[in-house]
Protein backbone atom coordinates (compact mmCIF):
# COMPACT_ATOMS: atom_id res chain seq x y z
CA UNK A 1 0.00 0.00 0.00
CA UNK A 2 1.28 3.64 -1.12
CA UNK A 3 1.91 6.16 1.86
CA UNK A 4 0.61 9.16 2.01
CA UNK A 5 4.26 10.57 0.45
CA UNK A 6 4.00 8.25 -2.68
CA UNK A 7 0.54 9.13 -4.03
CA UNK A 8 1.26 9.76 -7.17
CA UNK A 9 -2.63 11.18 -7.89
CA UNK A 10 -2.07 14.36 -5.68
CA UNK A 11 0.58 16.73 -7.91
CA UNK A 12 -0.25 20.34 -6.22
CA UNK A 13 -1.89 22.89 -7.92
CA UNK A 14 1.85 24.77 -7.74
CA UNK A 15 3.79 22.12 -9.56
CA UNK A 16 1.32 22.20 -11.99
CA UNK A 17 1.47 26.12 -12.11
CA UNK A 18 5.00 26.02 -12.15
CA UNK A 19 5.22 23.50 -14.90
CA UNK A 20 2.87 25.57 -17.00
CA UNK A 21 4.34 28.75 -16.79
CA UNK A 22 7.50 26.93 -18.17
CA UNK A 23 6.14 26.70 -21.55
CA UNK A 24 3.46 29.69 -21.28
CA UNK A 25 5.18 32.59 -19.20
CA UNK A 26 2.20 35.44 -19.96
CA UNK A 27 -0.80 33.17 -19.06
CA UNK A 28 -2.64 31.76 -16.22
CA UNK A 29 -2.99 27.78 -15.79
CA UNK A 30 -6.39 27.34 -17.43
CA UNK A 31 -8.59 25.53 -15.48
CA UNK A 32 -9.22 22.56 -17.22
CA UNK A 33 -5.31 21.39 -16.13
CA UNK A 34 -6.22 22.40 -12.20
CA UNK A 35 -9.16 20.69 -12.14
CA UNK A 36 -7.68 17.59 -14.37
CA UNK A 37 -4.78 17.69 -11.45
CA UNK A 38 -6.52 18.11 -8.98
CA UNK A 39 -9.39 15.57 -9.03
CA UNK A 40 -7.44 12.58 -10.75
CA UNK A 41 -8.58 9.69 -8.41
CA UNK A 42 -12.26 10.79 -9.42
CA UNK A 43 -11.65 10.64 -13.18
CA UNK A 44 -9.82 7.19 -12.62
CA UNK A 45 -13.01 6.08 -10.34
CA UNK A 46 -15.45 7.18 -13.46
CA UNK A 47 -13.12 5.67 -16.36
CA UNK A 48 -13.60 2.24 -14.36
CA UNK A 49 -17.20 2.46 -13.17
CA UNK A 50 -18.67 3.68 -16.51
CA UNK A 51 -17.59 0.64 -18.43
CA UNK A 52 -18.56 -1.78 -15.35
CA UNK A 53 -21.95 -0.70 -14.88
CA UNK A 54 -22.64 -0.52 -18.78
CA UNK A 55 -21.94 -4.29 -18.66
CA UNK A 56 -24.26 -4.28 -15.89
CA UNK A 57 -26.60 -3.10 -17.56
CA UNK A 58 -26.91 -5.72 -19.66
CA UNK A 59 -27.89 -8.16 -17.36
CA UNK A 60 -30.97 -6.06 -16.21
CA UNK A 61 -34.03 -7.30 -16.71
CA UNK A 62 -35.76 -3.72 -17.18
CA UNK A 63 -35.15 -2.46 -20.36
CA UNK A 64 -36.47 1.25 -20.23
CA UNK A 65 -33.99 1.98 -16.69
CA UNK A 66 -31.29 0.28 -18.36
CA UNK A 67 -31.83 2.26 -21.70
CA UNK A 68 -31.93 5.03 -18.91
CA UNK A 69 -28.79 4.67 -17.16
CA UNK A 70 -26.93 3.69 -20.98
CA UNK A 71 -27.40 7.06 -21.93
CA UNK A 72 -26.55 8.40 -18.54
CA UNK A 73 -23.65 6.77 -18.45
CA UNK A 74 -22.54 7.96 -22.37
CA UNK A 75 -23.48 11.42 -20.81
CA UNK A 76 -20.42 10.85 -18.25
CA UNK A 77 -18.43 9.33 -20.45
CA UNK A 78 -18.88 12.22 -23.44
CA UNK A 79 -18.04 14.96 -20.30
CA UNK A 80 -15.26 13.15 -19.11
CA UNK A 81 -13.64 12.76 -22.40
CA UNK A 82 -14.13 16.65 -23.49
CA UNK A 83 -12.71 17.55 -20.09
CA UNK A 84 -9.52 15.30 -21.20
CA UNK A 85 -9.06 16.68 -24.44
CA UNK A 86 -9.24 20.28 -22.91
CA UNK A 87 -6.91 19.57 -20.20
CA UNK A 88 -4.65 17.87 -22.39
CA UNK A 89 -4.87 20.05 -25.65
CA UNK A 90 -5.39 23.56 -23.91
CA UNK A 91 -1.51 24.56 -23.14
CA UNK A 92 -0.79 23.30 -26.71
CA UNK A 93 -2.88 25.18 -28.30
CA UNK A 94 -1.59 28.86 -25.84
CA UNK A 95 1.96 27.88 -27.06
CA UNK A 96 0.93 27.50 -30.89
CA UNK A 97 -1.38 30.82 -30.01
CA UNK A 98 2.25 32.25 -28.66
CA UNK A 99 4.78 31.36 -30.87
CA UNK A 100 2.26 32.68 -33.97
CA UNK A 101 2.08 35.86 -32.29
CA UNK A 102 5.95 36.09 -31.86
CA UNK A 103 6.83 35.47 -35.81
CA UNK A 104 4.99 38.15 -36.99
Do not use: H
Not at 82 to 90: C, R
Amino acid sequence: MLGREDSYYEAPPVSVNMAVRTFIPTQQVPLSIVFRFKFCPVLAVFSVLVPLVAIGTVFSRRVITSLYILCALGFIAVAESILLYLALFSPLLSIIQQMGSGAG
